[in-house]
């Protein structure tokens, strides 16, 4: 039955691109900006987000015991934290485990604190989770009066100023993003109506012997989707670039900050840019064919 | 096969082109349409063509009624004919043949039908030994030539030709006319607008005369030598 070539079809989609070089460029340069700057912002939020958990911040209460404490109190206290209504899990941190811990976040130096294993200046902990933040300030309280303690470290506003931070880069970026969405759509249309205007005679002779209006569209369709698939291809390089780089800089001033290693996420990257472009590509085309699609 | 009934064609900006045709056409006839400029010729080719809408009234098509088809349908519906305009159309950068094969290729014809028809048109239409010619090489008259042998391409019932001769001097216009009466002898219903009354009056076929939007006289012979 029908046998159209795809080759013309492919064709007819690079010399439309070829034809309007300015234009083409433009799009590709303006999508692929667009591209990079929701590849940073998603891997801003995904790196805030993988930090946040790896702290654990969210639902925990670190009470520090008295460095006086005997072993008796220390599980007189456990017991009463224990039966603090709301209180789940309750972890023992020995002044001694708090000490591997300190020494491997200091990293390369941290065996200058090995001195201290036998005169330990750091104090015994409990941390405390909890799954209802309802309860937050009741559990404090009760906290509060349980001997012993010698102070409590609420890391739920830390993870709320991270939350809130958080939430904030969201919001700004993505205002950001849909006004450089709308711009790379805009592009995309009128370099595709260049291309079509170009045609408009070859449109006219295509419509009058009988062309479908698949047959027609499809070759600006493509070219679209090519801009698209372009932009999306140099936003990965660049994304790369950026991200090692930055990941590189981090590295050397501070360790404490987990960051996603690239090897992680270039598959996703790849190919949600490639998604989001050519999709992108595509409704451009899409709605600057309209009016030869339609009567 | 055509017919048109109180078809009224008001364009967007309110120019009425079209007030009240009626008009019967049937199968294999040859029809010469004549009127002055602006008379609403065009405009009714373009309702064939099914390029514009009517705004009231009815036109049936070898069956198809024109106002109730689909978008979708449209491409198949305009296969049923062949078209050609007064300045040809034709693909600069295309030979006589590849304008004509394009044609057969939109429609998604098998390659192996092309090679085998489009020599065959080319040499009904005088045209065998042009086919590798790019439109600046042929002359008006053979441009026309290529423009009807794409007309003809697709195998439509019917031919629209809106001022075929328009833009060709007085002798290759005769030989363009004949062509269409050939064609109408193959078969093929044949709508012909024109000015040329020398031609009218020598063809002696039906002539439709439009005026002020509407058919002002439709007989058999002559239209211009009352
Ligand atoms: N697309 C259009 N929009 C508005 N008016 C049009 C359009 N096409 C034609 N007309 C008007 O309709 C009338 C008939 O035009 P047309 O059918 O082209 O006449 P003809 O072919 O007989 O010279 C004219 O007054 C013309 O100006
Ligand atoms: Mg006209």
Redesign the interface.
């Known amino acids: 039955m029908k046998r159209y070539r795809p080759t013309y079809f492919i064709g007819q989609a690079f010399s439309g691109l070829w034809r309007n070089g300015v234009m083409s460029f433009a799009s590709i340069a303006v999508l692929m900006s667009c591209l990079v700057v929701l590849g940073s912002f998603t891997l801003l939020v995904a790196n805030i987000n993988i930090n946040l958990e790896a702290l654990g911040l969210m639902n925990q209460i670190v009470a520090f015991v008295d460095d006086d404490m005997t072993e008796d109190d220390i599980s007189r206290i456990e017991r009463e934290i224990k039966s603090i209504p709301y209180v789940g899990n309750v972890t023992h941190i020995t002044e001694s485990e708090a000490l591997d811990e300190w020494i491997e976040q200091v990293g390369e130096y941290g065996d200058l604190y090995e001195q201290f294993r036998d005169d330990n200046p750091l104090p015994d902990s409990f941390v405390l989770e909890y799954v209802d933040g309802a309860h937050y300030s009741d559990i404090m309280y009760n906290l509060g009066r349980i001997e012993g303690i010698e102070s409590i470290r609420d890391e739920r506003s830390l993870a709320n100023t991270m939350q809130s931070l958080k939430n904030g880069i969201m919001l700004i970026f993505s205002w950001f993003l849909i006004v450089l969405f709308v711009v790379s759509v805009f592009v995309i249309i009128n370099t595709v109506k260049l291309s079509v205007y170009s045609r408009k005679n070859e449109i006219e002779i295509m419509r009058y012997v009988g062309a479908t209006g698949t047959f027609i569209s499809l070759p600006f369709i493509i070219e679209g989707a090519l801009i698209g698939l372009t932009a999306s291809m140099l936003a990965y390089i660049v994304e790369n670039f950026l991200y090692d780089y930055i990941q590189k800089s981090m590295a050397d001033v501070v360790n404490v900050i987990k960051i996603i290693p690239l090897s992680d996420i270039r598959v996703v990257l790849f190919f949600g840019f490639a998604a989001v472009g050519i999709v992108t590509g595509i409704i451009g085309s899409t709605i600057s064919l309209s009016k030869y699609t339609r009567s | 096969m055509i017919d048109f009934t109180n078809v009224v064609k008001t364009y967007p900006n309110g120019t009425v082109a079209l007030n009240g045709v009626n008009l019967h056409i049937d199968d294999g006839e040859f029809v010469f349409v004549v009127g002055s400029t602006g008379a609403g010729k065009s405009t009714l080719m373009k309702l064939l063509?099914r390029?514009e809408k009517a705004t009231s009234g009815t036109i049936i098509v070898d069956g198809t009624d024109l106002s109730k088809l689909s978008?979708?349908k449209v491409?198949?519906?305009?296969?049923k004919l062949g078209?050609v305009f007064q300045d040809f159309?034709l693909?600069p950068k295309k030979t006589a043949y590849e304008n004509v094969a394009?044609?057969m290729?939109?429609?998604?014809?098998?390659?192996k039908k092309i090679r085998r028809r489009v020599p065959a048109l080319l040499n009904t239409l005088s045209l065998g030994d042009k086919a590798n010619c790019f439109p600046n090489e042929l002359s008006g008259g053979e441009q026309q030539r290529v423009a009807m042998a794409?007309a003809l391409?697709?195998n439509p019932k019917i031919l629209i030709a809106d001022e075929p001769t328009g833009n060709i001097d007085p002798k290759m216009s005769l030989e363009i006319m004949n062509l269409l009466v050939k064609i109408n002898k193959l078969g093929k219903t044949v709508l012909v607008v024109t000015h040329a009354k020398e031609l009218v009056d020598y063809y002696q076929q039906r002539v439709v005369m439009i005026e002020n939007g509407h058919v002002s006289d439709d007989r058999v012979g002559g239209m211009y030598n009352k």
């Open positions: 063509l390029e978008y979708f491409p198949q519906y305009r296969r078209v159309r693909f394009f044609a290729q939109v429609v998604g014809t098998p390659s794409r391409a697709n």
